[in-house]
Every structure is written in C-alpha cells, then in structure tokens.
C-alpha cells in the first residue's frame, strides 16, 4: 500500500513541541492583535496575562503529574491482574462521570486543613492544599487523569503481544520491555491522551472554583477570568484569544498527528 | 551426550489437547506438520511464553521448565532467540538497533552495536542497517530477524514459520541462508513449517506433528560436506 508522509514525519520531538509552542503563541498573538485593533488600546495585557500564565503554572505540572500517573495506571490496567484492578478502573474513571462541582466537593473535604485527611497532608506538604496554586494545580490533574489513563490503557493493550514477546526472549527484563518496546509503539495514543488531558487541565473550571475560590491574582485561571470578565469590556478580547488559541493549536496538533495514511 | 533440547509437555486449549515427547541434539530439527497442529505452542512452551499443564523442558541439560517441581524459568533467562513469521520487529528503531538490542555481551552501547553490525553483515543485512522495518522488504526483515534471532549467543533459536509470508524465489534463498547461518553458528534450532520441501532442505531432523501429537520422527540424510577447498558462496541480500 502506498503511504502519504505527512509533515509530522519530517519533524522530530523538538520540532514538534516548538510547532505546538509556537500555534499557541500566534493564536496569542493574533487574538491580541485583533483585539487591540477592534478595541484600540492594548490595556487588556494587564487583565489577560495574570490569568493566562497562572493557568500555564496550573495545567503544565498537572499535565505531567496526570501523565505519569494515567500512564502508569493505564500500564497496570492493561498488563496487570491484582487485586483492585476494578477499583482504580472504577476511581480512574469517575472525574470524567461526575460533575467537577462534586468532584471539587469531595476535594475540598479531603484537602481543606480542618479534616483528617487534609489535615495530615498539609502537615505533609508544609502548607495548605486549598485556596492557592497547589489546589488548583490538584484539581485540573484529577480532570486530566482519566483521559491520560483510558488513553494509555488503550493503546497499550493495542501493542502487537508477538513484540514484547519477541523482547523478552532476546534477554530484556520486563521493565525494559515496558519502557523500549511496549511505550514507545504506543507512544501516539499517549500523545493523544495527553493532549486531551492537556486541554482538560487548561479549561478546569468547576472543582478549581471550589478549591481554588476564584482568587484575583492568586487563584483565578483564565477559565474563571472568562466568568469575571463577562461584565467587563475585556471579554470578548479574552474570549477572541482563546478561540484563536484553540484553532490555531488544533491546526499545529492536527498538522503533527496527520500520521501516515 | 546432554540433549539440546528435551521436551515432554502436555496443555490443553478449548478443546485442543497437545502432549508431546522429543529430544533433539544440535543442528536444525523441524517440527512439520499441517496448521494447528500444535507446533507453534509447542515453541511458545519452550520458550516460557505460555505455561504447559505438565511437563519438562530441558535446553543444554538445564532444566527450564518443570511443572512437578514448579519450576518455571522466565522467557528472559532461557537464553532463546525466536524469529517470528514476519519478523516482528520493533518498528521505531533500526535494523542495526533492533539487533543490538539482543546482543547480551559486550561493554555498552557501541560494542553492543559492533555485534550487531557484525551479525547483519553475516545474514547479508549489511546495506540497510540503518533503515527502519517498515522500509524493508519481508525478506530484509526476515534477515534482521534472523540476526536478532542469534544475536544474544541463544542456547537455542527457534523459528516459527520464519519463511511462509515470503514468495517462492525470496523463501529458497531464505531457506539456504537459514541453514548455513545457524549451522556455522553452531546453535542447535527448531524450525515449525508446514511446507515438506522446507522441511527437507532445512531440517537435520524432522519431527511430524498432527492434532497435539509427535507422529513421526526421521533424520535427514546430508552427504558430508567435503575438508578443505572453496569455502560456500556467499548468500546475496537481494531478497
């Protein structure tokens, strides 16, 4: 069969994050332009970019800590048969069926200081896990999880068992299968998994106004800017921003992800 | 003599029931057969990827697998090379990588990849090292695979079919290069095919198998090859 070579094959990892890196960034730019051409003041930088670089320091960690663990669990689920298989199955899926108020319900109960549980964790941790980044940070990673997990579950189970095979008989321990064989054949359901997660994180809103507290400075992502804003001249440069964001960056991840047909 | 390999195993699948005895000392011992005969489980058996009901394995006198005495020695440490019917490669890294991979000896990464070099350049791989699988034909990749396959220095190399995916020109050239690699090699094989003239050309020993069970066993005769004179033409990579 004859195959198309796509962009994404003439690029390399770098390349590519620098693509992804710079669509968002002329979605940024373009938003603002427009923006400050159809406004003609360019006084929004102040009320935008508080937000939109605390929502960056809350989703990039929480995209990783999401990652790892979604691809861990998602390793186990798919490889392994132990007790509590249907329980993290169960917990895994549960940000995606329940509302992110109750999530965020839940979270608050855990974390805040004053019960059992918070309170031992922010002894832990040396400070308080509610009504700052941390919390926020907390939250859009158990949004992002679920689709890190069901992503990397999936196409881990979708890996040829002849290959891992094949690696264990020529001497390579089974981590070293898990980490030279089995992840990287499933390395584009993972990047499509953390892409979602990814976006998941950027546009957490519920349970991060409960343990967040929409904090001007302090806790407001760009999610909640958007609400707060919706009674100020700003909102429709802000929501021009996201929307140019979003479909620049969706061009650059279609572009990459345009794999061999 | 230890025995190659020593094998009495019995499994049972739905309703396909396995259980058969053979030894075989060294060169190549086919295992012949029509398809579903049991020969490719009996290959996963040995080499530790499915567990048999009951049984022995013994590879070189060392016992690998003994149901009575639970011992089951992981896949890993059996120190077997396989070479699948189509390759089965690690489509992200190169011929030469892919090899490397296997190769247990030597002090890191640029030695490892010496020994590969070396071995692709005994199965007449050497032109395309570094190309990835999917650039490859299906009998450039079974040459990869059969360097990956003895790479590691195996107690055993077993083929699953190494051969039936291939057209008849590329399988005969396949067919001698298999021979003479393993036998130079001195690494005792077992070799599944359905194809009698697969069997004949390649096989010191062949072992019929039908419906679970060793039916027949029969050594092939080879004139001996003559001492000293012309050493054998070498093997093309045009497959």
Redesign the interface.
């Given at each position: 069969m004859k195959r198309k070579i796509g962009l994404a094959w003439s690029l390399g990892t770098k390349q590519k994050i620098v693509v992804i890196v710079a669509a968002v960034g002329a979605g940024f730019g373009l938003g603002f332009g427009i923006a400050h051409l159809l406004g003609g003041t360019i006084a929004y930088w102040g009320v935008v970019s508080g937000p939109f670089l605390l929502t960056l320091r809350v989703a990039l960690p929480a995209t990783v800590i999401a990652g790892v663990t979604g691809i861990a669990s998602g390793y186990a689920l798919a490889k392994g048969r132990f007790p509590g298989r249907n329980l993290l199955e169960t917990i895994g899926s549960l940000p995606i069926i329940l509302p992110p108020t109750v999530i965020g319900y839940y979270l608050l109960e855990t974390l805040s200081p004053g019960t059992q549980v918070g309170g031992f964790l922010t002894r832990v941790v040396g400070h308080d896990l509610v009504y700052n980044v941390t919390g926020c940070i907390i939250c859009s990673t158990v949004a992002a999880y679920p689709f890190c997990l069901r992503a990397a579950r999936a196409s881990i189970e979708g890996v040829d068992p002849r290959v891992e095979q094949a690696a264990r008989a020529m001497g390579l321990p089974n981590w070293r299968v898990a980490l030279s064989v089995t992840l990287p054949l499933a390395r584009r359901g993972i990047a499509a998994g953390l892409t979602i997660g990814c976006a998941r994180a950027l546009g957490e809103y519920g349970a991060t106004l409960m343990v967040g507290g929409d904090i001007n400075g302090k806790t407001r992502t760009l999610s909640l800017a958007i609400l707060d804003s919706f009674t100020t001249p700003e909102r429709n440069a802000m929501l021009l921003i996201l929307v140019l964001m979003a479909i620049t960056a969706m061009v650059g991840v279609g572009l990459l992800g345009r794999a061999r047909t | 003599m230890t025995a190659a390999l020593d094998v009495a195993l019995t499994r049972r699948i739905g309703a396909f029931d396995l259980d058969v005895a053979f030894t075989m000392e060294s060169g190549i011992s086919v295992l012949f057969g029509p398809s579903g005969a049991g020969k490719s489980l009996t290959l996963a058996l040995i080499?530790g990827?499915i567990r048999p009901d009951a049984g022995t394995v013994l590879i070189n006198g060392r016992v690998v697998t003994d149901c009575a005495r639970h011992i089951h020695v992981?896949?890993?440490?059996?120190?077997?090379?396989?070479v699948?019917q189509d390759g089965?490669?690690?489509?992200?890294r190169s011929a030469l990588d892919n090899v490397a991979?296997?190769v247990?000896q030597g002090d890191g990464r640029r030695a490892r990849r010496a020994i590969a070099r070396s071995w692709l350049e005994r199965v007449g791989a050497a032109e395309f090292v570094d190309r990835r699988p999917g650039s490859l034909s299906g009998g450039q990749r079974q040459r990869v695979a059969l360097a990956?396959g003895l790479a590691?220095e195996p107690a055993l190399v077993?083929l699953d079919e190494p051969l039936s995916a291939l057209d008849a020109k590329v399988r005969g050239e396949l067919r001698m290069l298999i021979r003479e690699v393993i036998v130079s090699a001195g690494v005792p094989a077992v070799l599944v095919t359905h194809d009698a003239e697969e069997a004949e050309e390649t096989g010191d020993l062949i072992i019929a198998y039908d419906d679970g069970r060793v039916t027949g066993r029969r050594v092939v005769e080879r004139p001996t090859p003559p001492t000293g004179g012309d050493p054998p033409p070498e093997t093309g990579a045009s497959a």
């Open positions: - | 080499a990827l992981s896949t890993q440490d059996r120190r077997v090379g396989m699948f089965v490669l690690l489509p992200h991979l296997a247990r990956r590691g077993l």
